[in-house]
């Protein structure tokens, strides 16, 4: 069945939701699915709802362009998506297969519809496996050195500006992205780090936590942001760990973690159930 998302943020009065509702029932529109809330501290109201498109008498441009005005009434920033437009997805990985290979499945199956453009990797190793689901492979290695490393991220900007994707997975690219590209493509690039966040943020978090004697650990997906593993939480999961466990089976358990935590956090993303205000997240899920 055919679906608009219309997800919406905006300072919260009476008869948001009357106004809306109002408007999607004048052209016959079938709300299948209403999510809503207001951030009591901020005063601020979050909406995110799911009309068949089959029931509404126009096209989503035709939505988007009607709905303008009351979206400048409100002022509300917004978004209309449609269902049957799947978001185009480019993939960055570096020599850890588990998050890719997780991904590349539930693509593949249609278990998590999207348009994967290509994968982009600084090092060969991935290379057999996505050729194989017939996905384009870009090799980018970023060396040590700072002009090399500039290099580097110019040409896999401009092999992410030739995708044109809609969002960006670092699925355990284990490279820290300049300030410039995390500024081109603002909160639409998405980070799987092996920690449950803001605890052991950077290099070998699990052996942070190793060290700490942790008796949980766990994996964050976020919006990637200039500040190093700072951007807005998607979504967060942990794992108990014993006292006899081993820096190596930390990071066992933790990719069992990490694969489930990012592909569950990027479906949110893709079905539009993800609302970012300042360095926090409403997940309509």
């Known amino acids: 069945m055919r679906n608009y998302t219309l997800l919406?943020?905006?300072?919260?009065?009476?008869?948001?939701?009357?106004?809306?509702t109002g408007f999607i029932a004048e052209h016959g529109g079938s709300i299948i699915r209403a999510n809503q809330y207001e951030d009591i501290e901020t005063r601020m109201f979050y909406m995110r709802y799911v009309v068949d498109a089959n029931t509404l008498n126009m096209d989503a441009e035709s939505f988007r362009q009607a709905f303008i005005?009351?979206?400048q009434e409100l002022d509300m920033e917004w978004r209309l998506t449609d269902s049957e437009v799947p978001q185009r997805v480019v993939l960055l990985v570096s020599k850890l297969e588990h998050c890719l290979a997780d991904l590349l499945h539930l693509w593949r199956s249609g278990d998590l519809?999207?348009?994967l453009a290509?994968?982009?990797s600084n090092h060969e190793d991935m290379r057999r496996l996505v050729e194989w689901h017939g996905v384009p492979y870009h090799y980018v290695p970023v060396p040590k050195d700072e002009e090399g490393k500039r290099a580097a991220?110019?040409?896999?900007?401009?092999?992410?500006?030739?995708?044109?994707?809609?969002?960006?997975?670092l699925a355990r690219y284990m490279q820290i992205l300049p300030p410039w590209l995390c500024r081109a493509y603002p909160n639409r690039i998405i980070n799987i780090h092996h920690s449950?966040?803001?605890?052991f943020i950077g290099a070998k978090p699990y052996h942070q936590a190793f060290q700490r004697g942790v008796k949980l650990t766990g994996a964050t997906c976020h919006y990637v942001t200039e500040e190093l593993d700072a951007g807005p939480i998607?979504?967060?999961?942990?794992?108990?760990i014993r006292h006899h466990d081993t820096v190596e089976d930390l990071v066992r358990l933790g990719k069992d973690v990490e694969k489930t935590v990012l592909a569950r956090g990027l479906r949110y993303h893709l079905e539009d159930r993800v609302l970012v205000q300042g360095n926090k997240t409403v997940v309509f899920t």
């Open 196 to 199: 449950f966040l803001p605890s």
């Open 234 to 240: 998607i979504e967060q999961d942990v794992v108990r």
């Open 69 to 71: 005005p009351i979206a």
């Open 153 to 169: 991220f110019d040409q896999t900007a401009q092999l992410i500006d030739q995708a044109k994707p809609d969002t960006i997975v």
């Open 8 to 20: 919406g943020t905006c300072p919260d009065k009476v008869g948001i939701v009357a106004r809306i």
């Open 118 to 120: 290509c994968v982009i």
């Open 113 to 115: 519809p999207f348009d």
